[in-house]
Each structure stands twice: as C-alpha cells, then as structure tokens.
C-alpha cells in the first residue's frame, strides 16, 4: 500500500521559512516539495534571460535546503500532477498564490482538475502583504491613485501577519522521475551572464544577509540617499522578493522593528508601492499591453530601430541614460531613480512605445516582475494609474547634476568620458573642443553625440501630447 503524501508545489516562493503553504503542508508526516518550469502557459511572459539565470542559482539554493530532494519538472502542470498521482498516494496539494493573469487562469483550472480526483487543495498568500481584494475603496471598486490606496486602504487595514518559522520535523521525498535542474536549460547559451556572477549571492539565506545589510547600512540614510545611484542606499531585494527568497512580511516587520522615523516611513511606502502595482494588475488583467488611459491608444508613437538599439546599449550620447542602460546591461540591475530617467528618456525624448521598455527590462532584469514592470513603465509613459503627467519629463543632464554630483556613477559605467571636468560630463556636447580633447574624448569616435537634441525631443513630445488633449475636445 503506497504512503499517504502531500505535495507543496514551489513557484515564487523559494524558501522555506514564512512560507505559508509549506507550513500549512508541514502537518504532514511526508511532502513532495516540487518545481515546475511552466514556459508554454506563460507564452510571451516566460521569463526573460536575466531571471531564468537567477532562478537556476536559485532553484540549486533551494534543493541544498532541502538537503537535494527539491523534484524538478518542465511541461504541462496539469499533465505533470497527473504523472505524480498515478505513483505516489498524494491525499492534500499546497501552493502560494500568484497573480499573474495566466497564472491565475491555470490554477484555477489545475486546483479543479486536482478536486475531481479527491485531492484537496490548499492555496495561501506569500508573496503580498495584502491581498489585492482587502484594499479597496468603500464602494468596494479598487484604487487608482496611490496614496489613498496606501495611507487609507494599506495601513487601515489589517496589518501584515507576522513572519512564521521554517516547518521542522518534515519528511521530505524526492522523485526520482524528475529532471534535474540543470536540464531545464536555465542558463543562457551564451556567457553574457558571467558578469553577473559577482554582483549577486543568490538563495535564502542571502536574502536574510541582505535585508541585515541594508537595515544596517542602507536604512539610516534611505529617505533621501535612496535617490544617489552612486551610494548603497536601496535594499536591493527586489529580486530575492520576487522569486521568493524572502517574505515581504520578513522584510515589512524587520524594518519596522527598527521603529519610526522618516527612513523606515518611506521604505515601508515604496512596499506600498508593490502592492499598488500588484493591486492595478489584479483588477487589470490587459496591464502589460494595454493603456490603463485610453487616450494613450491614439499617441502618436515613433519608430526607430537605431534610437531603440542606441538606448538599449547605452549609445544614446546622453550619459546619465546610458549609465543606467550599462548598469542593467552589467549587473542585471538598475538603480531606481536611473530607471526613471532612461525610461522617460525613451518614451518621451526619442518618443518610443513604452512596449519597448517594458520587454527590454523583461529580459535583462533580474527583478523583472510582470507587476512591476508593467505599472511603472505605464507610470512613466503618463498612461498608467497616477501616472506622472506626460509632460513631466526627465531632463538627464540636470537629474545627472543633482542626483550624481561628484560623477562617480557615470565615470563608473562610462570610463571613456571618465575624464571630463564635473562641468561637461552629463553633457559632453556642450564641452569646448580644446577641454574635449584634454579628456581624450573624440565625440562620435570615443563616445557619440545624443542622438536627439533634448530641448527639441521635449518640444515634440509635448506637442504629441497637446494632439492627444486636442482630440479629447
């Protein structure tokens, strides 16, 4: 008689302590704990090249937590439960929750399909600190402005629950019909990603390192260094949240702990701002594609293939945006105040479709999040929920002054203008040639001109969006 067994399916929840569905799956004397890679049902949102890198480190991290019993599987969930119930005696199924549209719309019907055959199904929230459906307004529809959604509906409502420990005592199997990890082929073919090595420790436990870091080092300073590329300011957990590695309820009562005061405040709202964008994509299924303002539908959008390329290598000539798209380029990373420059550089100086943005960042980020990255790049197209208005752009030399002051950012991912006095380095075109060639910078040689005049570029973009504001009359 085979053993009665439940399975804990593992998704974006790569941990093992404050994970609700696996402490719930802990009152079993024995679990499955399985991971499935699921490219089909996902279609144009499988994972990008960065996150299919950080999941295989991560994914390793994992099954060494699980002293190497974490089963493996690539292909049809549906079929792939079928395969485990006809040789294991599985009686319960847990999961977290996610809430991708397509991930919704499959475990709806894999939940289904899992009841029809006596399996019990338990599905819990680890990955948000409120579900989306309890912070609505009270007339029961969703926010669309973020800051009632966070002072009035977030920190009135019940507040997040407090993290729980890593199950003990459990039993865990291993299938031995499962693939390994490395054979779902993670890792891309080429070796760009090497770079990325030293600039990440990946798993659980960096997790906990990181958060221990930044409420160390970065927290005391947050407010407003949060805003300095240069300085280590910002938590980076933004990948570690999204596949898992650490709760948001560890981090949101880790930083709380550390009591009240400005730092803590504004950390804890840019949380909020998670849960805004995981909020819009809930009840806005068609985020990633869609403009949530319809009249965006009409803007008329360029197209240019050498200004998109130009952007995505960091050959734009304006060295504050193509910092930013060298840091992504190297790290897997950008620094948030430079996403909000190259962004609005893209959108509204060279007038690209935020499409473009939005699937750039998908494939070379390692906290590429489809909530994320579809509210914020529609945040600054001026298309989004609390958009900033279209007219609202980025001016990169002057965001380059305030917020890069001594340089160092820029000569960092820019060495060959590494040269250039503080006065001329966020504008090179405007250095005299004799301070040119002191700096050993040959324009459009060492480094190209910008590729648009920016107080044209900013003309025509307002004039596109006066054509949108016209056509409302």
């Given at each position: 008689?085979?053993?009665?067994?439940?399975?804990?399916?593992?998704?974006?929840?790569?941990?093992?302590?404050?994970?609700?569905?696996?402490?719930?799956?802990?009152?079993?004397?024995?679990?499955?704990?399985?991971?499935?890679?699921?490219?089909?049902?996902?279609?144009?949102?499988?994972?990008?090249?960065?996150?299919?890198?950080?999941?295989?480190?991560?994914?390793?991290?994992?099954?060494?937590?699980?002293?190497?019993?974490?089963?493996?599987?690539?292909?049809?969930?549906?079929?792939?439960?079928?395969?485990?119930?006809?040789?294991?005696?599985?009686?319960?199924?847990?999961?977290?929750?996610?809430?991708?549209?397509?991930?919704?719309?499959?475990?709806?019907?894999?939940?289904?399909?899992l009841e029809t055959k006596g399996i019990a199904v338990h599905i819990s929230n680890g990955s948000l600190l409120w579900e989306p459906w309890d912070v609505q307004k009270g007339d029961g529809t969703p926010y669309r402005v973020f800051t009632?959604?966070?002072?009035?509906?977030?920190?009135?409502?019940?507040?997040?629950?407090?993290?729980?420990?890593?199950?003990?005592?459990?039993?865990?199997?291993?299938?031995?019909?499962?693939?390994?990890?490395?054979?779902?082929?993670?890792?891309?073919?080429?070796?760009?990603?090497?770079?990325?090595?030293?600039?990440?420790?990946?798993?659980?436990?960096?997790?906990?390192?990181?958060?221990?870091?930044?409420?160390?080092?970065?927290?005391?300073?947050?407010?407003?260094?949060?805003?300095?590329?240069?300085?280590?300011?910002?938590?980076?957990?933004?990948?570690?949240?999204?596949?898992?590695?650490?709760?948001?309820?560890?981090?949101?009562?880790?930083?709380?702990?550390?009591?009240?005061?400005?730092?803590?405040?504004?950390?804890?709202?840019?949380?909020?701002?998670?849960?805004?964008?995981?909020?819009?994509?809930?009840?806005?299924p068609e985020l990633p594609r869609k403009n949530l303002q319809p009249k965006f539908d009409a803007f008329p959008w360029t197209k240019n293939t050498e200004y998109l390329r130009a952007w995505q290598k960091g050959q734009t000539g304006v060295p504050m945006v193509d910092a930013g798209m060298r840091e992504l380029w190297q790290t897997g990373y950008?620094?948030?105040?430079?996403?909000?420059?190259?962004?609005?550089?893209?959108?509204?100086?060279?007038?690209?479709?935020?499409?473009?943005?939005?699937?750039?960042?998908?494939?070379?980020?390692?906290?590429?999040?489809?909530?994320?990255?579809?509210?914020?790049?529609?945040?600054?197209?001026?298309?989004?929920?609390?958009?900033?208005?279209?007219?609202?752009?980025?001016?990169?030399?002057?965001?380059?002054?305030?917020?890069?002051?001594?340089?160092?950012?820029?000569?960092?991912?820019?060495?060959?203008?590494?040269?250039?006095?503080?006065?001329?380095?966020?504008?090179?075109?405007?250095?005299?040639?004799?301070?040119?060639?002191?700096?050993?910078?040959?324009?459009?040689?060492?480094?190209?001109?910008?590729?648009?005049?920016?107080?044209?570029?900013?003309?025509?973009?307002?004039?596109?969006?006066?054509?949108?504001?016209?056509?409302?009359?």
């Amino acid at each position: 008689m085979k053993k009665k067994i439940a399975i804990h399916w593992f998704r974006q929840d790569l941990r093992l302590s404050d994970n609700p569905a696996l402490a719930q799956a802990g009152k079993h004397k024995s679990i499955l704990p399985i991971y499935i890679l699921d490219d089909k049902n996902a279609g144009e949102y499988a994972m990008g090249g960065a996150s299919r890198w950080w999941l295989h480190h991560s994914l390793n991290s994992l099954n060494k937590s699980l002293d190497g019993k974490l089963s493996v599987y690539r292909g049809s969930p549906q079929h792939i439960f079928d395969d485990i119930l006809a040789r294991f005696d599985v009686e319960d199924v847990y999961w977290n929750r996610c809430y991708e549209p397509w991930r919704i719309n499959r475990d709806r019907s894999i939940k289904e399909h899992l009841e029809t055959k006596g399996i019990a199904v338990h599905i819990s929230n680890g990955s948000l600190l409120w579900e989306p459906w309890d912070v609505q307004k009270g007339d029961g529809t969703p926010y669309r402005v973020f800051t009632p959604f966070y002072r009035k509906g977030c920190l009135k409502a019940e507040k997040p629950r407090a993290p729980l420990p890593k199950p003990g005592g459990v039993n865990y199997l291993f299938d031995q019909d499962g693939t390994g990890i490395d054979a779902l082929g993670l890792l891309p073919t080429t070796d760009w990603h090497s770079g990325l090595d030293p600039h990440w420790t990946i798993g659980e436990k960096s997790a906990h390192h990181r958060l221990k870091a930044f409420i160390s080092k970065g927290l005391p300073a947050y407010k407003d260094g949060r805003d300095i590329p240069a300085k280590p300011y910002v938590s980076r957990l933004s990948p570690h949240l999204h596949f898992g590695e650490i709760s948001p309820n560890r981090i949101w009562h880790a930083v709380r702990n550390m009591g009240d005061n400005e730092h803590v405040d504004r950390f804890c709202c840019e949380m909020g701002w998670r849960e805004f964008s995981y909020n819009l994509l809930y009840h806005n299924p068609e985020l990633p594609r869609k403009n949530l303002q319809p009249k965006f539908d009409a803007f008329p959008w360029t197209k240019n293939t050498e200004y998109l390329r130009a952007w995505q290598k960091g050959q734009t000539g304006v060295p504050m945006v193509d910092a930013g798209m060298r840091e992504l380029w190297q790290t897997g990373y950008m620094h948030n105040r430079t996403r909000m420059i190259v962004g609005s550089f893209l959108v509204k100086n060279l007038r690209l479709h935020w499409h473009h943005g939005e699937r750039w960042f998908w494939d070379t980020l390692v906290d590429a999040d489809l909530a994320d990255n579809s509210a914020n790049w529609q945040w600054i197209a001026g298309c989004g929920a609390d958009a900033a208005p279209y007219f609202r752009i980025f001016n990169p030399v002057t965001q380059g002054k305030n917020f890069d002051p001594d340089g160092s950012y820029v000569r960092k991912y820019i060495p060959e203008i590494a040269a250039l006095p503080d006065k001329y380095l966020f504008s090179p075109w405007e250095a005299p040639k004799p301070v040119l060639k002191e700096a050993g910078v040959e324009l459009e040689t060492t480094y190209p001109k910008p590729v648009v005049d920016l107080k044209q570029s900013r003309k025509a973009a307002l004039e596109a969006f006066r054509s949108l504001k016209q056509g409302e009359s």
